[in-house]
């Protein structure tokens, strides 16, 4: 996955037009598309086909199923030419290790999630997730923008594997909270393709994430 703006756009909508369009719109401000269920059950697999010849796509199917099933499913990511998939660690490490076994390109862990419910139990084994994915081989993990603490703490488990963090915009985070925590990307939807300009938001957000890293604007 390429590095340059630091944004990641989770194209969380369910009109093939309106993902295009936005796709198309976003391009030249974020690295990477992330594809999640609502767009994939409403408009299939082909549609990760047509976006992967936009900009690289991440499928974000939290996979988190017993191994061989887990092989099956990341078998079928990369068949659509994704560059990456989001899987779940709580499964235990045969199933992780399936996914990176099938994988052909990078597999990143969710840890600890950015909704309130995450308290409840997956902020408790986060670092053992963490610690997971560093021993499987993992690109690298997710980590909640909406608390930059847990981002930081993370930070210094997973070493220099990639952290993405969503959670920013309308779940409360900001876009340089967690960068200045140590995240590499900031994954954001709905304060993209709900805004009346997604391109300019996108802009603006990419401005914040180079401030906040104290790097030069993306051009
Ligand atoms: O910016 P939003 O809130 O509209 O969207 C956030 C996206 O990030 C959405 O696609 C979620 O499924 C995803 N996400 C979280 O919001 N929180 C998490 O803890 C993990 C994810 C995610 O991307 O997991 C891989």
């Known amino acids: 996955m390429r590095r340059r703006t630091r944004l990641i756009l989770a194209l969380d909508v369910t009109e093939e037009s309106k993902a295009l369009r936005l796709a198309a719109d976003t391009r030249d401000y974020v690295d990477a598309f992330k594809v999640n269920y609502p767009l994939v059950l409403a408009r299939g697999m082909e549609l990760v086909e047509k976006l992967a010849k936009i900009?690289?796509?991440i499928c974000d199917f939290k996979v988190a199923d017993i191994?061989?099933?887990n092989r099956l499913i990341v078998d079928q990511v990369f068949r659509r030419?994704?560059?990456g998939v989001i899987v779940h660690g709580f499964v235990g490490?045969?199933?992780?290790?399936?996914?990176i076994d099938a994988a052909r390109g990078?597999?990143?862990?969710?840890t600890e999630m950015s909704h309130p419910g995450a308290e409840e139990f997956t902020a408790k084994v986060a670092d053992d997730l963490a610690r997971l994915a560093v021993k499987v081989g993992a690109a690298g993990i997710i980590a909640p923008a909406t608390r930059p603490e847990r981002v930081k703490a993370l930070?210094?488990?997973v070493g220099d594997r990639l952290i993405l963090s969503p959670g920013v915009g309308a779940q409360g985070g900001t876009p340089a909270d967690p960068i200045a925590a140590g995240a590499d990307y900031i994954i954001v939807g709905r304060a993209i393709y709900d805004a009346a300009n997604p391109r300019a938001e996108a802009?603006?957000?990419t401005k914040e994430i180079a401030r906040a890293a104290g790097a030069p604007l993306p051009r």
């Open 55 to 57: 900009g690289d796509v």
């Open 67 to 69: 191994p061989n099933t």
């Open 81 to 83: 030419h994704a560059k």
């Open 93 to 99: 490490e045969d199933a992780v290790r399936a996914c």
């Open 106 to 110: 990078d597999v990143f862990v969710v």
């Open 155 to 157: 930070r210094a488990i």
């Open 203 to 205: 802009e603006k957000i």
